[in-house]
């Protein structure tokens, strides 16, 4: 019975973070899954599984606020898709101590930016928008996440409010809407490889659900700032872990 309720629990906070800041939590599950035995490309595949659960109960909430933009989804997911499939395959022949090394680079630039940066949270009319730099945004995306299992959301949000111009509460829900369709297809990718545990992913599903819908409902609640550091404190924290 434990074991089961430290899977509820560990999707549950995954979800939360993932609904709270329009990202898939794949810089989480993949960790938390080699820490719990996982070989790092089952890891990988299976987050992406996992991802395409959390964001589509994220965005489910998104879209009733009316906080996703479709036409920028399909523009980037037009890109995102395929790309994801070829970032699958680049990981089924990387080694595994250079996606580990990745993985943390990644994650400590992240943490940088995070504590450096400042989002603009200013709305934009849909008008002001620039359409043409979203493939940049979908191929980028779409590459890491099928090579890293992090599903792109972390790209995504930063890049969708600086680089295209979307508000803030819009680059979240977009991104959480889009996460599902790139997730699902990097998932198709690796699941032919043979790198998901489906049993793992259906022991993470409840709390992902739960905690994605929670944490979307939040965005609004809490001071960005503090989210920043503490969202920047925790991947330094998991890079380390990873390099170790």
Known sequence: MLPYLLDFIIGLG????????GIGGGFLIVPALVLLGEPIHIAIGTSLACITISALASAYTHLRRGAVLFKVVLLKEAFSMPFAIVGAYLSYVTPEKTLRLIFAILL?????????????CGERSEGELNYLRVPVVGILAGLTSGLLGISGGVLNVPLFNTYVGLP????VGTS?????FTALAGTFGHYRLGQVDVHMVLLLAPGLIIGAHYGALTVHRVKPSFIRSL???????IALKMLV
Do not use: E, N
């Open 14 to 21: 995954i979800g939360f973070i993932a609904g709270l800041l």
């Open 108 to 120: 400590l630039y992240l943490a940088y930016t995070l504590l450096k940066g400042k989002s603009k």
């Open 176 to 180: 959480s809407l889009s996460l599902f």
């Open 231 to 237: 969202f920047s404190i925790l991947l330094v924290v």
């Open 168 to 171: 803030m509460r819009y680059a």
